[in-house]
């Protein structure tokens, strides 16, 4: 119950970010942070449901953090 009262409230923030992003000049920018909503739910299985995680899966969420840090300088 927990982890889906996570989720809905992440799903909710995610929305309202997106749509406030895509509204300015940086909707490129919004769009790619975008792609970091899959990495919200990997992470929220693996701290609430203890989903084992294998190293593909935790690779391409680094992956996702070192896109959205490249383009936030």
């Known amino acids: 119950m927990v982890a889906a009262l996570a ?3 992440a799903c909710a923030l ?3 970010a997106f749509l406030l992003g895509a509204a300015g000049e940086d909707a490129a920018i919004a769009a790619v942070a975008a792609s970091a909503f899959m990495v919200v739910g990997v992470l929220l299985g693996w ?3 203890k989903v084992r995680i ?3 899966c935790w690779g391409g969420v680094a992956l996702v953090f070192l896109g959205v840090a ?3 300088i």
């Open 54 to 56: 294998g190293a593909a």
């Open 47 to 49: 701290i609430f449901l």
């Open 14 to 16: 995610f929305a309202a």
């Open 7 to 9: 989720c809905a409230l």
């Open 70 to 72: 490249l383009l936030s």
